[in-house]
């Protein structure tokens, strides 16, 4: 009987939340959950991978970007807590 060690990035924490990983670890990490049939923790993968993805493209644009407004900060907070879930946008007319 075998036991699927799991990579210590993945391992069920004893917090909810998971240390952020590097897009490339990410990746690797869904290749080994993959390859040994762990769809909990394929998931798991994949949800870090997304959040890699967003927090890399948040830092390039932020780089770039002039200072954001307070307003500006406040919507993209919301956006970030709603967990992407969009809300019906309000046309001031």
Same mark, same amino acid.
């Given at each position: 009987m075998?036991?699927t =060690? ?6 069920d924490?004893?917090?909810p939340?998971l240390e952020?990983l590097? =897009?490339t670890k990410a990746?690797s990490?869904?290749?080994?959950? =993959?390859r040994?049939?762990d769809?909990?923790?394929e998931?798991?993968a ?6 890699s993805?967003?927090?890399a493209?948040?830092?390039r644009e932020l780089a ?11 919507r993209?907070h919301?956006?970030?807590?709603s967990g992407?879930?969009?809300q019906?946008? =309000?046309v001031?007319?």
């Amino acid at each position: 009987m075998s036991k699927t =060690v799991k990579p210590a990035a993945l391992q069920d924490p004893p917090e909810p939340e998971l240390e952020p990983l590097s =897009v490339t670890k990410a990746r690797s990490t869904i290749g080994v959950a =993959v390859r040994s049939g762990d769809t909990q923790l394929e998931a798991t993968a994949r949800r870090q991978l997304a959040e890699s993805n967003i927090a890399a493209c948040i830092d390039r644009e932020l780089a770039k970007a002039p200072k954001l407004t307070p307003a500006q900060i406040g919507r993209l907070h919301t956006l970030l807590r709603s967990g992407g879930e969009r809300q019906p946008r =309000v046309v001031n007319r």
